[in-house]
């Protein structure tokens, strides 16, 4: 009997998922050398969500040679401004952020996720050491020197190491044993871009209500992408509304910077949660992406927190191979926790702390946020280290 099953086709790294995290892992570690495959669907990327790429995940980019694919289509954030817009008896001074004050031309570049990925499948298909498997992960299984994958058209491979991508239901963190602690928020995000009459000069201009943050991010041309966090019967609200209805809303929110809004078609709303696994990596799985961590969309974190798992596990890879190691080996998958434990849990962290202080009706509350905001306006070395911290730069280590 066990003569007629198929014998597992042997790589040295599988990915499964094929998002933007996965497919950018999957490219950073076939560039190091590593028999790599990618167990993933080849699906067009319908919906028009936008991710605003910062500091390292541009250069990550780069280094993949994907960047130049698809800079041309996005759009820089050369400041950034935080509105007080709570209405609240203790309100927050303006804030605003600019990136030639710590030396650079932007804070980083909004792009539609469609663009991102054609030029992330563009690369992939281009390297010699990556297999695509166009097909979805029946089963996982990891075993003592190695973990099988087989795919639901009925193919079986096996690597020592799996990088499970697949998303926020991954069955690779279900298949390494990691439990995951989630908590639901009572917000939901609203996306859709937006034309408008005037243009956005490159300023991201985050509006902060009683509810949540409504940012709007430029995008190429007089385009904006809009994130509206509200509670989730104003969300649902919001979505049912008629275009027209809807590009009043938001050009009433904005305060008509931009002049008259369009709503252009295509509409995402989605429930908020934090999501924290147990570990990054166990049992010869590493998770990147959503199967990692899920955060609130909240100072752009989410989708770079991905590309840095990616990063990292690319390099981990990249020295374990190097040195002949075992690369899902627990010492190799511990190097992997211990570089992703602290960017994660600080990011998480610091969003969590600034959703709560803005949702807060406590007078000491908003009077601690509207000190801290004005200490940031007002004292520039702050301010300075606030915006190289959003960005990642200063203290990651193994980046110089």
Same mark, same amino acid.
């Given at each position: 009997?066990?003569?007629?099953?198929?014998? %597992?086709?042997?790589?040295?790294?599988?990915?499964?998922?094929?998002?933007?995290?996965?497919?950018?892992?999957?490219?950073?570690?076939?560039?190091?050398?590593?028999?790599?495959?990618?167990?993933?669907?080849?699906?067009?990327?319908?919906?028009?969500?936008?991710?605003?790429?910062?500091?390292?995940?541009?250069?990550?980019?780069?280094?993949?040679?994907? @960047?130049?694919?698809?800079?041309?289509?996005?759009?820089?954030?050369?400041?950034?401004?935080?509105?007080?817009?709570?209405?609240?008896?203790?309100?927050?001074?303006?804030?605003?952020?600019?990136?030639?004050?710590?030396?650079?031309?932007?804070?980083?570049?909004?792009?539609?996720?469609?663009?991102?990925?054609?030029?992330?499948?563009?690369?992939?298909?281009?390297?010699?050491?990556?297999?695509?498997?166009?097909?979805?992960?029946?089963?996982?299984?990891?075993?003592?020197?190695?973990?099988?994958?087989?795919?639901?058209?009925?193919?079986?491979?096996?690597?020592?190491?799996?990088?499970?991508?697949?998303?926020?239901?991954?069955?690779?963190?279900?298949?390494?044993?990691?439990?995951?602690?989630?908590?639901?928020?009572?917000?939901?995000?609203?996306?859709?871009?937006?034309?408008?009459?005037?243009?956005?000069?490159?300023?991201?201009?985050?509006?902060?209500?009683?509810?949540?943050?409504?940012?709007? /991010?430029?995008? %190429?041309?007089?385009?904006?992408?809009? /994130? @509206?966090?509200?509670? %989730?019967?104003?969300?649902?609200?919001?979505?049912?509304?008629s275009d027209a209805d809807l590009s009043a809303a938001a050009e009433g929110q904005s305060h008509s910077i931009l002049g008259t809004m369009c709503v252009e078609p295509g509409r995402n709303l989605f429930p908020l949660a934090i999501e924290?696994?147990?570990?990054?990596?166990?049992?010869?799985?590493?998770?990147?992406?959503?199967?990692?961590?899920?955060?609130?969309?909240?100072?752009?974190?989410?989708?770079?927190?991905?590309?840095?798992?990616?990063?990292?596990?690319?390099?981990?890879?990249?020295?374990?191979?190097?040195?002949?190691?075992?690369?899902?080996?627990?010492?190799?998958?511990?190097?992997?926790?211990?570089?992703?434990?602290?960017?994660?849990?600080?990011?998480?962290?610091?969003?969590?702390?600034?959703?709560?202080?803005?949702?807060?009706?406590?007078?000491?509350?908003?009077?601690?946020?509207?000190?801290?905001?004005?200490?940031?306006?007002?004292?520039?070395?702050?301010?300075?280290?606030?915006?190289?911290?959003?960005?990642?730069?200063? @203290?990651?280590?193994?980046?110089?």
């Open positions: 009997m066990n003569d007629i099953l198929p014998k %597992p086709n042997h790589f040295d790294v599988i990915v499964v998922g094929g998002g933007p995290a996965g497919v950018a892992a999957a490219i950073a570690i076939a560039i190091t050398g590593a028999n790599t495959a990618l167990v993933a669907r080849r699906l067009p990327y319908a919906d028009n969500r936008t991710t605003a790429l910062l500091g390292d995940s541009v250069d990550l980019l780069e280094r993949l040679d994907v @960047w130049r694919r698809c800079a041309g289509k996005s759009a820089a954030l050369r400041v950034m401004r935080l509105v007080d817009d709570t209405g609240r008896l203790i309100r927050a001074p303006e804030v605003r952020f600019a990136a030639n004050e710590i030396g650079l031309d932007a804070f980083g570049y909004n792009i539609e996720n469609r663009t991102l990925m054609l030029a992330l499948e563009e690369r992939a298909a281009e390297l010699p050491s990556l297999t695509r498997f166009d097909d979805e992960a029946a089963s996982i299984v990891p075993e003592e020197t190695v973990a099988t994958v087989s795919t639901r058209q009925g193919e079986a491979i096996s690597a020592p190491l799996v990088v499970g991508a697949d998303g926020r239901k991954s069955a690779s963190r279900e298949a390494a044993g990691i439990k995951v602690t989630s908590r639901a928020l009572q917000q939901s995000a609203l996306t859709f871009n937006v034309s408008h009459a005037r243009p956005h000069q490159n300023i991201s201009t985050e509006f902060h209500t009683a509810h949540g943050p409504c940012v709007f /991010v430029p995008l %190429p041309g007089k385009r904006s992408s809009v /994130v @509206w966090v509200a509670d %989730p019967g104003d969300a649902e609200r919001l979505m049912a509304l924290k696994p147990d570990h990054f990596a166990a049992q010869r799985i590493a998770l990147v992406g959503e199967a990692a961590h899920v955060i609130p969309p909240i100072g752009a974190q989410g989708l770079n927190l991905g590309l840095r798992d990616a990063a990292d596990i690319a390099e981990i890879v990249r020295a374990a191979l190097a040195a002949g190691e075992d690369l899902g080996s627990a010492a190799v998958l511990a190097r992997f926790e211990k570089a992703r434990r602290l960017d994660v849990a600080s990011r998480t962290m610091a969003i969590d702390v600034a959703n709560r202080s803005l949702l807060s009706d406590l007078l000491p509350v908003q009077a601690a946020r509207a000190l801290g905001m004005h200490l940031l306006g007002g004292v520039g070395l702050l301010r300075r280290l606030a915006m190289r911290e959003g960005l990642a730069l200063a @203290w990651r280590p193994g980046r110089h």
